[in-house]
């Protein structure tokens, strides 16, 4: 009868444990997939960011917005709203091209454009900067 009880009990005990180690794994599980979607949203937006300021003719950082012209002359606008990051054109409409935002800080340099963002969903964050580069233009009697 013990030996009934006492084997019944470190049965009931390995099974607990076996059950909290799936639970630990699922949470890393779910973690590690947060972490992929917010890495994959922060590449699709930089890339995008950095096609559009590269085609501009200038920048600014106007009340934690950056501002730059298009090539057609359009006023394009990058802000923060709620938990997402926006593109406006010509203060109108606007097209969300970044989610999960927590922090989006944009600085103007004689150098180029930088980005600093930080993004959060569940218990993942990810944080990441980007450089973009200001074009460099040579002289007409520079070009052959």
């Not at 630990?24 to 922060?42: F, G, M, Y």
Request: with cysteine; charged share 20%.
């Amino acid at each position: 009868m013990i030996e009934v009880l006492l084997s019944s009990a470190v049965l009931f005990m390995l099974a607990v444990t076996v059950m909290a180690m799936c639970l630990h794994l699922s949470k890393d599980l779910q973690k590690a997939k947060d972490e992929a979607l917010l890495d994959t949203e922060a590449r699709a937006f930089f890339s995008y960011i950095e096609e559009e300021i590269q085609q501009s003719g200038g920048y600014t950082v106007v009340n934690d917005s950056l501002h730059f012209y298009d090539k057609n002359g359009n006023l394009l606008i990058y802000d923060r709203w709620g938990s997402k990051l926006r593109r406006r054109v010509n203060y109108e409409g606007y097209v969300v091209l970044l989610n999960y935002v927590q922090s989006a800080v944009f600085k103007v340099s004689n150098q180029g454009c930088r980005v600093d963002l930080l993004l959060a969903y569940g218990d993942a964050e990810w944080r990441g900067s980007l450089f973009i580069a200001g074009r460099a233009e040579l002289p007409a009697a520079a070009v052959l």
